[in-house]
């Protein structure tokens, strides 16, 4: 649920709709945007603040096979949470392992190397200082 | 004698429909995008979700197209906004310390765990105008190099283990005040002073800030740490029965460590000043960490020396620049019913003056 509530916009979707998996559903909740307040701590490690809100689209279906599913995503995605809550329910259906290698191993990877690449630009950032000649001797 | 009176609102749709127009341009130059504003005005899209309290970039972006660049016009807009949405609850605490950081740099200690990383700073550059980017808009190549998996400790936990700095820690997890479900009152906890804080104005809070550098409150502060990168976003989901990531956050983080003489409570040691600001926004986030400081002064026993930047009624109540200015700003709106009265007043008062002068030069 984490790694749909991240995904790029769309994405997900793109993974799913080549799978040959039903996905017939009824809604609990229809996608909904609304907030989450953020906090923070004072110092890193404090008491906790209200730091600010982020926007959230959260939604809940049921598989016409009984399995609920549900998602919050960050953003104003309703399309994106209908398909994290579909994989959701999916995940506990038979097509769970097939829903695991066509959409979740594929967005993992797919935002692990984004990470990965950011990660390596800040590594060239990092300062190596070097003592220049005291002039001692 | 009231007299009510209506007009106007053909003049203001049609100045709306040239504000419209205005907004768009010269039509033979190319119109920009939300998307273009989103990725290319990055910094100008972090200070509207910062001081409009609202994580979402693409909004942010929308509101600064909307708002011909205005920023603090874009922040009204996002406030607006943010009023019509449902809270869905309050995250976890965000954990700094487990930060992907794009920048992480020290002031005080030259060879840290994690080193002394740059990432995409305006530091070092000569500040001269590069017309290059007037030309075209090409990028360099940008150099890459294996990351190692190494922490990122914070750097007052470094001098914490020496007890020269005091601790941040706070057993109570209470749901902290929230001022935008409740007004702002005074006295403030450090809390809701920080909340005020990180959604103020920037310009007045680096104001604020450089006031206490220049010795109205005496804090000399250096910047233990500063870091810029993404935080995951966690809330407990009461339906699910277990908390789960819901997003994931780009901050600015700048803990300062300040000189202490020590009080009739503390001892002498380091103390420690705290600014936590959306996106990438150092200036605010040092700025915040001053202020906040500076704002200290009684819980550390130290002297209140008459300076703004001590006073949390001044500082809190005039940080917000939606409040300031929307108040500034009605003054330009009708105000002619005052204003007669005004005007009666006065000629009343100049007509009694000049009696007197009439009655004193006839003695």
Known sequence: ?137 | MYVAVKGGERAIENAHAWLAEERRGDQSVAELSVDQIREQMSLAVDRVMSEGSLYDPDLAALAIKQSRGDLIEAIFLIRAYRTTLPRFGGSEPIDTAEMDCDRRISATFKDLPGGQVLGPTFDYTHRLLDFKLAADGETPEVNERPAEIEAMPHVTGFLNREGLIEEAVDASDAPPRDLTREPLELPADRSLRLQALTRSDEGFTLGMAYSTQRGYARNHAFVGELRIGTVPVEMDIPELGFAIEIGEINVTECETINQFQGSKTEPPQFTRGYGLVFGQTERKAISMALVDRALRWEELGEDFVGAPAQDAEFVLYHADNIQATGFLEHIKLPHYVDFQAELELVRKLRREVQAEETLEAAE
């Open chain 1, 1 to 137: 649920m984490g790694l749909l509530s991240k995904s790029p916009k769309g994405r997900a979707a793109e993974l799913f709709a080549p799978l040959n998996v039903s996905a017939e559903f009824d809604w609990v909740r229809n996608p909904e945007i609304g907030s989450v307040m953020v906090r923070g701590r004072a110092g890193g490690t404090g008491a906790p603040f209200n730091l600010g809100e982020v926007t959230v689209t959260r939604c809940a279906l049921r598989l016409s096979s009984g399995q609920v599913g549900h998602a919050y995503v960050q953003g104003r995605r309703k399309q994106d949470a209908e398909t994290a809550a579909l994989i959701d329910a999916l995940m506990q259906t038979d097509a769970a392992s097939e829903v695991q290698r066509g959409v979740l191993d594929p967005l993992a990877e797919e935002m692990r190397a984004a990470k990965a690449t950011r990660a390596r630009k800040a590594a060239a950032t990092k300062v190596e200082f070097f003592t220049m000649a005291r002039g001692e001797d």
